[in-house]
């Protein structure tokens, strides 16, 4: 089993940052691949970005050079900095994480709200 909690969520003004944090807890060696995931107010849940195992990374066109993903070489702890945020970036965003035999593990959420 794996555990995961996001942190980091919180209110900011269009073109500020905020650094979301996933901690992971567990099987940490079962992990096959990470990522951040965001549902927006009336929307489908949606891919933001994420990484393989060999550090491979993928972003949505929407957060594409403003967003970066990253973890620590323990695979305990990943991070997704936002940059110059919009306001189309407000939503709830979950930590993911897929193991090597195909198990999805999902964090709780964390709310991101970017409005003057």
């Known amino acids: 089993q794996l555990q995961l909690v996001e942190s980091g969520g919180g209110l900011v003004q269009p073109g500020g940052s905020l650094r979301l944090s996933c901690a992971a807890s567990g099987n940490i060696f079962m992990i096959n691949m990470m990522g951040w995931y965001r549902r927006a107010p009336g929307k489908e849940r949606e891919l933001v970005t994420l990484?393989?195992?060999?550090?491979?990374?993928h972003y949505a066109d929407s957060v594409q050079s403003r967003f970066t993903i990253t973890r620590d070489s323990a695979n305990k702890n990943m991070y997704l900095q936002m940059n110059n945020l919009k306001p189309e970036d407000t939503a709830v965003y979950y930590c993911?994480?897929?193991?090597?035999?195909?198990?999805?593990?999902w964090g709780r959420g964390t709310q991101v709200t970017v409005s003057s």
């Open positions: 990484i393989t195992n060999d550090g491979s990374t």
């Open positions: 993911h994480h897929r193991s090597v035999t195909l198990v999805d593990y």
